[in-house]
């Protein structure tokens, strides 16, 4: 199986915010803004994968700006990580100033998918090669995320999450 890069799995998905996406007070819901990011993750995951793809967690999300009605809103998703059938997705959210054109990051989320077969059942998956600085910076946060969830989870020992430990030492 070949390595890829992140950009192999950019997706950038772009839309406008409509008068039934908002709250009482004008600005985008949030659920509506998540339902496009995980759009946007699914297809960066499978672009990676090539395989049929599932959620398999929120990790986090930072609801950083207020989005409001007519706001020109993209969502650009990349494969950060890859473990053996896992895929971290990391989404940067912009939103375009109507007058000057100009983007300004409004939120982040990172997703995790899963890839599986025709069964549901989960499939490896090829490894990630991230070549810019911030692509470095994000996959090796990546496994100190894992091995945090996996720990919280009950899944991993505390002594054994050597990425962590490490932030410490």
Same mark, same amino acid.
Request: proline content about 5%.
């Given at each position: 199986?070949?390595?890829?890069?992140?950009?192999?799995?950019?997706?950038?998905?772009?839309?406008?915010?409509?008068?039934?996406?908002?709250?009482?007070?004008?600005? #985008?819901?949030?659920?509506?803004?998540?339902?496009?990011?995980?759009?946007?993750?699914?297809? @960066?995951?499978?672009?990676?994968? /090539?395989?049929?793809?599932?959620?398999?967690?929120?990790?986090?999300?930072?609801?950083?700006?207020? +989005?409001?009605?007519?706001?020109?809103?993209?969502?650009? @998703?990349?494969?950060?990580? @890859?473990?053996?059938?896992?895929?971290?997705?990391?989404?940067?959210?912009?939103?375009?100033? /109507?007058?000057?054109?100009?983007?300004?990051?409004?939120?982040?989320? +990172?997703?995790?998918?899963?890839?599986?077969?025709? #069964?549901?059942?989960?499939?490896?998956?090829?490894? +990630?090669?991230?070549?810019?600085?911030?692509?470095?910076? /994000?996959?090796?946060?990546?496994?100190?995320?894992?091995?945090?969830?996996?720990?919280?989870?009950?899944?991993?020992?505390?002594?054994? @999450?050597?990425?962590?430990?490490?932030?410490?030492?």
């Amino acid at each position: 199986m070949q390595s890829k890069t992140p950009q192999q799995s950019l997706t950038i998905y772009t839309d406008m915010v409509l008068p039934s996406e908002t709250n009482p007070i004008g600005n #985008m819901f949030g659920g509506e803004l998540l339902a496009r990011m995980d759009r946007a993750a699914s297809i @960066a995951a499978r672009r990676h994968s /090539r395989r049929i793809v599932v959620t398999a967690s929120v990790n986090h999300v930072a609801f950083n700006k207020m +989005i409001p009605l007519g706001s020109v809103v993209t969502v650009e @998703a990349k494969v950060s990580r @890859a473990f053996s059938s896992s895929m971290e997705v990391y989404m940067d959210v912009f939103i375009e100033d /109507r007058e000057s054109g100009e983007r300004s990051l409004s939120n982040e989320a +990172i997703y995790t998918f899963v890839a599986v077969d025709e #069964m549901g059942n989960p499939v490896r998956v090829p490894e +990630i090669v991230p070549e810019t600085e911030l692509e470095i910076k /994000r996959f090796e946060a990546a496994l100190r995320r894992k091995q945090l969830s996996l720990v919280l989870a009950g899944k991993m020992k505390p002594k054994d @999450a050597t990425e962590l430990k490490a932030l410490f030492q």
